[in-house]
């Protein structure tokens, strides 16, 4: 939990995308580790999802887990959020690609496709994205798994050579 993930807004539109399907949110977080300040995010969460519980939605707390135990939980998810303010690279997308579950992100990540990308601070751009992804989620998954592998090997050469050179 970190102030620039964007987990309060992701879990709104999450709910409310839900409920347009006529479905049940189970949001997802690693509550395990809260870092800059977060306590009041993971505070903020639990309320919403207190209030939200009557109408069947869920907040899913983790602990930090092993790198397995964490891809058997990503293989289980709809649908990956990480549409943060600041990324380096998302490991989390990464791990949700690696295993089929297509993503909504942003721009800061540099290897996501923009056919997932949403503006962290649009909410009406969040829902339109998480739409999109919800009724071609192989062409998300394809366009990311793409981009990954590209960004990956570009990344590769780039060591390569430093460490050679």
């Known amino acids: 939990i970190r102030p620039l993930k964007n987990h309060l807004l992701q879990a709104i539109c999450a709910v409310e995308f839900a409920e347009s399907l006529d479905r ?20 903020n969460l ?15 707390c983790h602990d930090w887990l092993d790198r397995p135990d964490f891809l058997e939980v990503c293989r289980d998810i709809d649908i990956g959020l990480q549409v943060s303010f600041s990324e380096t690279f998302n490991i989390v997308a990464a791990d949700y690609i690696s295993q ?35 009724n071609w989620p192989k062409i998300n998954v394809a366009l990311n798994q793409q981009n990954l592998t590209k960004y990956t090997n570009k990344t590769q050469k780039v060591w390569e050579k430093k460490f050679k050179g």
């Open 46 to 60: 639990k309320g919403m999802f207190l209030h939200a519980y009557d109408r069947g939605h869920e907040l899913i």
């Open 100 to 134: 089929g579950v297509p993503i909504v992100g942003c721009s800061e990540i540099p290897w996501a496709s923009r056919f997932c990308w949403a503006d962290p601070t649009e909410s009406n751009q969040i829902a339109d994205v998480l739409e999109r992804t919800y």
């Open 24 to 43: 049940k949110c189970r949001f997802h977080i690693n509550s395990g580790r809260i870092e800059m300040k977060g306590e009041p995010i993971l505070n």
